[in-house]
Nanobody, 125 residues
């Protein structure tokens, strides 16, 4: 089992940056692939980014590539989502999620076995 705890959300202004963190613990924490998803009010859950178990491969929602960066620190079992040039449309609850084995990247939320509690990101104009 893997437990995930997100942190780093908050209220920022358009153009600001924010870094989300997701700390993983448990038996497979260092072996899971990780992803970030977001869900805005009234909208479906949306894939944001993913990273494989060793950080060698990443994937992004095309419209976010260049502004968002996913990375992981194996020593800390933590995955990060660096978000730059934030826009009001980035406002959502952001969730980190994990899947095992974490070899192949996946954008499908159904493939993820473990989920964090979510952290709110609000971008004001």
């Amino acid at each position: 089992q893997v437990q995930l705890v997100e942190s780093g959300g908050g209220l920022v202004q358009a153009g600001d940056s924010l870094r989300l963190s997701c700390a993983a613990s448990g038996r497979y924490a260092s072996s899971v692939g990780m992803g970030w998803f977001r869900q805005a009010p009234g909208k479906e859950r949306e894939f944001v980014a993913a990273i494989d178990w060793n950080g060698a491969s990443t994937d992004y929602l095309v419209s976010l590539k260049g502004r968002f960066t996913i990375s992981r620190d194996h020593a800390k079992n933590t995955v990060y989502l660096q978000m730059n040039s934030l826009k009001p449309e980035d406002t959502a609850v952001y969730y980190c999620a994990g899947y095992f084995p974490g070899v192949r990247l996946t954008r499908s939320w159904r493939a993820y076995d473990y989920w964090g509690q979510g952290t709110q990101v609000t971008v004001s104009s």
